[in-house]
């Protein structure tokens, strides 16, 4: 009887992926390993802003090209750079050695985001052919793939405005951090997307082997999906902290400097500019932030530790609580030894791997299927 309700089941519910489970595994692999890709080019896309390694090609081409491979084409591209604001105002007198080394940083993030578009295009058309994608597989995995298409020129709109004459004689080149917001927060989108869909080829259906555990699954659920949104605005102010340099001012904590709230925080005109432009109040934001998405997963803990859920939900919750406190604990320390390269990379790939918690928790107590709630028993059966 309970096979045959198990097989029922698994009929009427509606699998992402056709063609059983070697293939769900396949698609599954996939898409996971593409997730990690994504999370590379981040980690490397953080480094190369870290290591001021962005503005040094000053041209690009959707397909990519070849690297300089002699020394004449090596000065052309340093010819070029040399007449970039950031080459006159900051790196002045910079040795052709030196170039590279920035080139470089910035050639492999360029390559490595088309290296992830090769990566997803034939495994997708392969599975494509054997017909192992469903239409609503096909057309969510479309979408990502046109966002990941739309992030390389996303990125070039972003590079090329580092590559413009500053508004001031007295203010360094960078990019805008607009646009540098737009480029974090697209990658985040991409990442959370195939996270996601990963998670739901390989995981149909949320761990529920009975009904109580269905309705602590639903109590968690109310606290987890505010507080993973907290978790994804925390990480685009931060983009906003990357984009005005703002980590290497008031490098003091709790307070900043010799006050909690500096003077000028609302200095700008209009009012709205100070939250996205000004030093001071774009780190005070996303202080506030940060501390608000630890008090939040502690709550979220705490106000969970006594209910009947299942196991793996309960991990979960665990999982995203020590990793809240290790990426706060990276955030403190990258801001008091003045943002070393090895802490603000670990700091930007841990915002990525806390929201990678929260993801899995908002899917771990999603709803079940009406076919699985109704063949669940009220509580889990011993054995």
């Keep these: 009887m309970a096979s045959a309700e198990a097989a029922g089941h698994k009929e009427g519910l509606k699998l992402f992926v056709t063609g059983g489970a070697r293939a769900q595994k396949a698609v599954g692999i996939w898409l996971f390993g593409s997730a990690a890709w994504v999370f590379s080019m981040v980690v ?24 300089p491979l ?21 790196n002045k ?27 997803f295009a034939l495994p997708y058309s392969y599975f494509l052919h054997k017909g192992f994608i469903t239409l609503r597989l096909g057309l969510r995995l479309s979408a990502l793939f046109a966002l990941g298409a739309g992030q390389g020129f996303i990125g070039w709109w972003m590079v090329k405005s580092g590559l413009e004459e500053p508004p001031s004689e007295y ?29 739901s080829v390989v995981m149909p259906e949320p761990p529920a082997e009975s009904l109580t555990w269905v309705r602590g699954a639903v109590k968690v659920r109310r606290l987890a999906l505010p507080v993973g949104l907290l978790v994804g605005l925390t990480a685009i102010s931060g983009a906003f902290v990357a984009g005005n340099d703002a980590g290497h001012a008031f490098n003091t904590f709790p307070k900043m400097g010799d006050v909690w709230i500096p003077d000028d925080i609302f200095e700008m005109k209009p ?6 432009e000004n030093t001071s109040t774009v780190q005070l934001d996303h202080r ?11 709550a979220l803990w ?4 006594k209910l009947d859920i299942h196991p793996a939900v309960r991990s979960v919750i665990g999982s995203t609580l020590g990793m809240a406190a290790l990426q706060v604990t990276l955030g403190v320390s990258t801001l008091l030894s003045y943002v070393p390269v090895s802490l603000g990379s670990a700091h930007q790939a841990g915002a990525l791997t806390l929201m990678t918690f929260m993801l899995l928790l908002n899917h771990t107590v999603r709803k079940p299927s009406l076919s699985l709630l109704k063949s669940l028993p009220q509580v889990v059966k011993a054995n």
């Design 44 to 67: 490397l896309g953080g480094i190369t802003r870290l290591t001021r390694s962005g503005l040094s090609m000053t041209d690009w081409k959707f397909t990519g090209s070849l690297p």
């Design 70 to 90: 002699s020394d004449e084409e090596w000065l052309q591209e340093f010819e070029k750079y040399q007449q970039s604001p950031e080459y006159k105002r900051v």
């Design 93 to 119: 007198g910079m040795k052709i050695e030196d170039f590279k080394f920035i080139y470089w940083m910035e050639y492999a993030h360029r390559m490595w985001g088309r290296g992830l578009g090769i990566m």
């Design 171 to 199: 203010s360094q080149p960078r990019v805008s951090p607009y646009r540098l917001a737009a480029h974090l927060t697209s990658a985040f989108a991409i990442y959370s997307g195939l996270v996601w869909t990963a998670l």
């Design 271 to 276: 009012l709205i500019r100070n939250f996205f």
């Design 288 to 298: 506030i932030l940060a501390t608000a998405t630890l008090v939040s997963v502690c």
């Design 302 to 305: 705490w106000s969970t530790r």
